[in-house]
């Protein structure tokens, strides 16, 4: 046994202490296994030797380590490590002034994250568990769906296995069910879609229903597009309509009200049809920095009105109170308005609605007019979903992907989500009919350039196209596979025989596959967000009121197997994020860690691409643009997105908003970001 530093006795372990003394060496330049396995040796033997029957603490092994490594000609590997020991030393102060104490050796910045967002609190608003115990909150209230399946289900089992792929960092579901799960509010979905019909008995119901899901932590996505354009007659006040703008503006003011209950804060996705005549006043809604903050938005493009602007046609504006055409304009002067304001401020991005619609699972239950906040998940009226992303940086093993590995995560993820949709509390009643009809979930990813970096893969190469075809396309066979294994123990869906599935082998989710953004989890993970690339190599985290140096893991770990590794050397690429112009690291390093904005705008679209060919829902992903990007660039990336089948695509130029969660040097003193951003949206607004 030993002692840990809070008091906790723990088995213990030597083969930690070869870890430790590896890690060191190669630090040092020097990796060498079998010489580590003999100093750990020495250790062990003298831990012994001095301590008897007693049990040493953690201090007194690590000052046995460093002797070791002295007294055997090692100083400077000595020095390595006790640089290291110094680090951790201050991670753990810095945990201890957030006032969370952390098994899991997690980031501060994760800690922080935790704290602020998901640990549960007393009445008092203390702190009342680790991470670990929220893992096990989770993993422990999940885990009894089961019951309801098989009453001899072995729950212990199941919860273990939960446990341990969210305490392992491999698989985490979305924020919702690692704030709620096994507490009294109970919401564990993260996204829903909120029908808006013409009339204020519907508008302020939405609004009402929008509350709600804030409250408990999801976000929502609305089409406005049946809402009669402003200036329209209301005949049964003789009156004129305010149109969908004004009506937002209401949505955006109740968001920012409820604040859902200070956890984070709410998030809408707002849609328009670009047939609907108030479209040029949608596009412009967040011209003026400020407007519609509680929103992101998108319009609803046909096929129809990519050929008109591809031939210079022209294309109706129709009333949707009547379907009569109110105006006609020049189908390209829209799309030139859309590229113009998605240059200036990042809105709006587009949805291909008929793309969306060829996917669409249950075409008979209707047809998909919205998406959740982010756009990865096209949902029909009321309908939810349940999201949940694989690591993918954790099945890297021996210079490849272990694929026996991510099929055992993809499996264990299927099940988490479905038993989710079970002890779900859904806090509106539509809500959960149409979840228990569909049972759509998400399964998807982080950390795709993490594992791109340890393959030795550029991000922006056909190679690295080829292995997201390979990665995403397992995932969603074995994703099915365990879908359909689901249903022949639960059953399928009920809405299965009304599906686009009902031919094949029957499936327990409606739904399998879903990108998203991941956001506050892959900080939670330690890893890339969703399937962005790097936003910066080295950068200033801005935490608590401090600044902390954050280095990429892999570029860490090459520097120092390479050699170029120093304090020095991280601090002068954290002023400016990336690599590129920093003597001293090879050509080829400087290759393989290219940065989103230096990524050509074609390579982040064909990754896009790519993965939705497998994904049943959308792809979230941002296509981020250097400052000095063109209209061009952003009327190539919404062509190209619509030609590659892509169901949606969003683009931000940087620097075109005066506040931004990401700095990338230059101007500034350093290459800085936010506590909770982690890629993708340098805006703040993608949260979910």
Not at 23 to 43: E, Q
Not at 138 to 154: G, L, T
Not at 341 to 355: K, L, Q, S, Y
């Amino acid at each position: 046994m030993i002692r840990k530093r809070d008091g906790r006795l723990v088995p213990f372990d030597p083969e930690k202490i070869v870890v430790a003394i590896e890690k060191a060496m190669a630090a040092t330049g020097r990796p060498d296994h079998d010489l580590a396995v003999r100093l750990g040796a020495d250790v062990v033997a003298r831990v012994r030797a001095k301590h008897g029957t007693s049990i040493p603490g953690v201090e007194d092994v690590q000052d046995a380590v460093e002797r070791v490594l002295v007294e055997n000609g090692l100083a400077e590997v000595a020095k390595a490590y006790i640089l290291y020991r110094q680090r951790r030393a201050e991670v753990r102060e810095a945990k201890a002034l957030i006032g969370v104490r952390d098994e899991l050796k997690l980031s501060v910045n994760a800690v922080q994250v935790l704290e602020r967002r998901y640990l549960g609190r007393d009445e008092q608003g203390r702190i009342i568990e680790t991470p670990a115990q929220m893992f096990r909150r989770v993993a422990r209230a999940v885990s009894k769906a089961d019951r309801r399946h098989d009453p001899r289900a072995d729950l212990s089992k199941v919860e273990a296995q939960f446990y341990g792929v969210m305490a392992g960092l491999h698989f985490l579901p979305n924020s919702p069910t690692l704030m709620n799960a096994g507490t009294r509010l109970g919401q564990l979905a993260a996204c829903f879609v909120i029908p808006v019909d013409d009339s204020m008995r519907s508008i302020f119901g939405a609004i009402r229903d929008m509350a709600l899901i804030h409250q408990s932590g999801g976000g929502t996505g609305f089409s406005f597009s049946r809402l009669r354009p402003a200036g329209d007659i209301v005949r049964s006040t003789k009156g004129v309509a305010s149109g969908p703008i004004s009506f937002m503006r209401i949505f955006d003011v109740a968001t920012e009200v409820v604040k859902q209950g200070g956890r984070r804060r709410g998030a809408n996705m707002g849609i328009l049809s670009v047939d609907h005549p108030d479209i040029v006043e949608f596009i412009g809604a967040k011209e003026k920095e400020g407007a519609l903050t509680n929103f992101n938005l998108s319009v609803s493009v046909t096929d129809d009105f990519m050929k008109r602007v591809e031939a210079s046609g022209e294309h109706d504006l129709v009333n949707p109170r009547n379907g009569r055409p109110a105006k006609t304009v020049r189908a390209r002067d829209i799309f030139d308005m859309m590229v113009s304001m998605a240059w200036r401020t990042g809105d709006p991005g587009i949805i291909f609605i008929d793309e969306v619609n060829r996917h669409n699972p249950t075409p008979k239950l209707g047809r998909m007019e919205s998406t959740n906040p982010c756009g990865e998940v096209p949902l029909l009226p009321y309908e939810s979903c349940t999201l949940g992303s694989v690591n993918l940086s954790k099945v890297f093993r021996k210079d490849a992907v272990d694929w026996d590995l991510l099929s055992d995560l993809v499996r264990t993820g299927v099940h988490l989500l479905d038993n989710v949709l079970d002890v779900n509390r859904y806090p509106i009643p539509a809500a959960s009919r149409m979840a228990s009809g569909n049972r759509k979930i998400g399964l998807g990813v982080m950390g795709f350039a993490d594992l791109l970096l340890m393959l030795g893969i550029p991000y922006d190469t056909q190679e690295a196209l080829d292995q997201a075809d390979r990665v995403m396309g397992f995932i969603a066979k074995e994703g099915r596979a365990a879908s359909s294994e689901l249903a022949e123990v639960r059953g399928a869906f009920p809405n299965f025989d009304q599906s686009i599935w009902s031919k094949g082998p029957s499936l327990r989710n409606a739904t399998v596959t879903t990108i998203a953004p991941t956001g506050t989890i892959s900080i939670i993970a330690g890893t890339s967000s969703g399937i962005e690339p790097l936003f910066g190599v080295a950068f200033v985290r801005r935490v608590m009121n401090t600044q902390l140096v954050e280095v990429n893991p892999v570029f860490e770990k090459v520097a120092k197997a390479e050699g170029f590794y120093s304090r020095d050397l991280m601090a002068r690429i954290a002023r400016v994020g990336t690599i590129g112009s920093i003597p001293g690291v090879p050509e080829r390093v400087r290759r393989l860690f290219v940065t989103a904005f230096e990524i050509a705008p074609e390579w982040h679209v064909k990754m896009q691409a790519t993965f939705q060919r497998h994904v049943d829902n959308a792809v979230s992903k941002t296509v981020n643009l250097p400052h000095d990007a063109s209209l061009d660039d952003v009327r190539t990336v919404f062509q190209t997105a619509h030609r590659l089948k892509c169901k949606g695509i969003t683009v931000y130029r940087y620097g075109s908003r005066a506040e931004q969660v990401l700095y990338t040097g230059g101007g500034r003193e350093v290459s800085s970001a936010d506590s909770e951003y982690s890629g993708g949206c340098p805006t703040g607004e993608c949260p979910f």
